[in-house]
Each structure stands twice: as structure tokens, then as C-alpha cells.
């Protein structure tokens, strides 16, 4: 299967630009298997083996910027919350090679899979933007019981180059595990307008399980699987240690 490729200009990040939320995209039960084998064997693109949850054990949606190209990708998936931690399922993404930062990062609090918007982008008008994005928290369903979160971050340095959170760099035809990522942000100050803050803090960790993670690619496709090797997430220059 192809990959999902969301368009997103770096130039409107690096300025901050305003824009609107994106639209509502079904949620994933399982793991979100985009493997496009002819690529990767031919080296055009490479195959990333993820899954990221927050510190309670819910799923987080990761969207990790191209550097070379400015395109945004979706690298993790909306699991189902007790889908992915009794199955242990992973993303297997093909995505071009190059060199990836972490820009935006959604979780919800509550149990249930389903979250209600896409990334937004960063706009200085609606609250105080810190050097490490901006954070959007909504309320939604019965008597508001589901609070989202959502960080947005233009994902590098002003070098261009140097990630703020988090990074990876793939090369061609390359099959990388980038392990089980524990990920958790918080706000800085008080809310500028309804439901926008300046980001205070994101912090991370990485657990590596490569041989759950080959087990769970060989069900998709046995050959990934025995190239499957272990790659690694570097941390930005904002991000703590978790």
C-alpha cells in the first residue's frame, strides 16, 4: 500500500503562517500498514517501523517533516488504545529517504480511538508561540468527557537543520525499527485565546523491541521482515529526556 503524503510547504512553517484545522480522518483500529515492498527494494524509498503512546498508555499521532522536501508525513498511527497495548501492533510507513523532525504530535486522554482534528497550523495571533511551538487542547463528546492535544512546531531550528524534538535520518531502501516512543508535552503561561497555548515543555523516550517488531512487520510481509534493522531517534535541542 501507499503512503498517505500530507503537503506542507517549510516555507509556511518557518513563518509561522495562519492557517485552518484540517478535516476529520478516520480512525485506525490496527496498525497502519502503508508498505510499498517494489519501492523499497528498488531503493526509490525506505520502510519505518514506529509506534509512539503517551505516559498513560494511550496512542499519540506523530506527523514528521521532510527537511529536504517540507512535506509532512503521518508516521504513527490513532490506534485504538487497548488494541495497541494487548497486541503490541506497530506503523509501517514508506516514506522517501531524507532527513525527518518531529513538527506535530496529537493524543487524547480519553480511552476511546477516535480524535477530532487535524494539525493546525502555527499562528503567532492566537497565542504567544514559544521557540518550541504552540499547543491546542480541545474538549469534545458527551458533557465534554475527551480532552485533545495537539503540539505544533515548526520542527527545526533556525539552521534548518537541527530538530527541535526529535529526528531521524533514513537512507535508500533502508527497513528501520525506530522503537516503542513514550512522548508527553505541556503548556507554558495562561490560555491567549480559548483553547491555544504557547508550548512549555515536550519530553521522550524510546524503548527498542526489534525482534516483537520484526515479528509484527513479517505478518504484513515476511521479506521486510528479515531486512528489518534497528534504527534511532536523535533527541532535539528543546527536548527532555522522559
Given at each position: 500500500?501507499?503512503?498517505?503524503?500530507?503537503?506542507?510547504?517549510?516555507?509556511?512553517l518557518?513563518?509561522?503562517a495562519p492557517?485552518?484545522a484540517g478535516?476529520?480522518?478516520?480512525?485506525f483500529?490496527?496498525?497502519?500498514a502503508r508498505?510499498?515492498?517494489d519501492?523499497?527494494n528498488?531503493?526509490?524509498?525506505?520502510l519505518v517501523?514506529?509506534?509512539?503512546?503517551?505516559?498513560?498508555?494511550t496512542?499519540?499521532?506523530t506527523?514528521?517533516?521532510?527537511?529536504?522536501?517540507g512535506?509532512?508525513y503521518?508516521?504513527?498511527s490513532r490506534?485504538?488504545?487497548?488494541t495497541?497495548?494487548?497486541?503490541?501492533?506497530y506503523d509501517?510507513v514508506t516514506?522517501p529517504?531524507?532527513r525527518?523532525?518531529l513538527?506535530y504530535v496529537?493524543?487524547?486522554?480519553?480511552?476511546?480511538s477516535?480524535?477530532?482534528?487535524?494539525?493546525f497550523d502555527?499562528d503567532?495571533?492566537?497565542s504567544n508561540v514559544?521557540?518550541?511551538g504552540?499547543?491546542?487542547l480541545?474538549k469534545?463528546?458527551?458533557?465534554s468527557d475527551k480532552l485533545?492535544?495537539?503540539?505544533r512546531s515548526?520542527?527545526?531550528a533556525?539552521?534548518?537543520?537541527?530538530p527541535?524534538i526529535?529526528g531521524?535520518?533514513?537512507?535508500?531502501?533502508?527497513?528501520?525499527?525506530?522503537?516503542?516512543m513514550?512522548i508527553?508535552f505541556?503548556?507554558?503561561?495562561?490560555?491567549q485565546?480559548?483553547?491555544y497555548?504557547?508550548?512549555?515543555?515536550?519530553?521522550w523516550?524510546?524503548?527498542n523491541d526489534?525482534?516483537r517488531?520484526?515479528?509484527?512487520?513479517?505478518r504484513e510481509?515476511?521479506?521486510?521482515g528479515?531486512?528489518?534493522?534497528q534504527?534511532?531517534?536523535?533527541?532535539?535541542s528543546l527536548?527532555v529526556r522522559l
Amino acid at each position: 500500500m501507499h503512503f498517505k503524503r500530507l503537503a506542507l510547504p517549510f516555507l509556511l512553517l518557518a513563518l509561522l503562517a495562519p492557517g485552518c484545522a484540517g478535516t476529520t480522518r478516520t480512525p485506525f483500529t490496527g496498525s497502519m500498514a502503508r508498505i510499498d515492498a517494489d519501492s523499497v527494494n528498488n531503493g526509490t524509498k525506505s520502510l519505518v517501523v514506529m509506534r509512539v503512546s503517551t505516559t498513560w498508555g494511550t496512542p499519540a499521532e506523530t506527523r514528521w517533516l521532510n527537511v529536504e522536501s517540507g512535506e509532512l508525513y503521518i508516521v504513527t498511527s490513532r490506534f485504538a488504545a487497548g488494541t495497541q497495548q494487548v497486541a503490541q501492533e506497530y506503523d509501517m510507513v514508506t516514506l522517501p529517504p531524507g532527513r525527518y523532525v518531529l513538527a506535530y504530535v496529537q493524543y487524547s486522554e480519553s480511552t476511546r480511538s477516535s480524535l477530532p482534528f487535524g494539525p493546525f497550523d502555527i499562528d503567532p495571533s492566537l497565542s504567544n508561540v514559544s521557540n518550541l511551538g504552540q499547543v491546542k487542547l480541545e474538549k469534545s463528546g458527551v458533557d465534554s468527557d475527551k480532552l485533545t492535544s495537539s503540539l505544533r512546531s515548526t520542527g527545526v531550528a533556525r539552521d534548518g537543520r537541527t530538530p527541535l524534538i526529535a529526528g531521524f535520518t533514513l537512507g535508500r531502501g533502508e527497513v528501520r525499527y525506530l522503537g516503542d516512543m513514550t512522548i508527553g508535552f505541556g503548556i507554558a503561561g495562561t490560555m491567549q485565546l480559548p483553547g491555544y497555548y504557547p508550548a512549555g515543555k515536550v519530553a521522550w523516550s524510546t524503548h527498542n523491541d526489534l525482534e516483537r517488531a520484526r515479528l509484527s512487520l513479517s505478518r504484513e510481509n515476511a521479506v521486510m521482515g528479515d531486512k528489518l534493522q534497528q534504527g534511532q531517534v536523535v533527541r532535539g535541542s528543546l527536548a527532555v529526556r522522559l
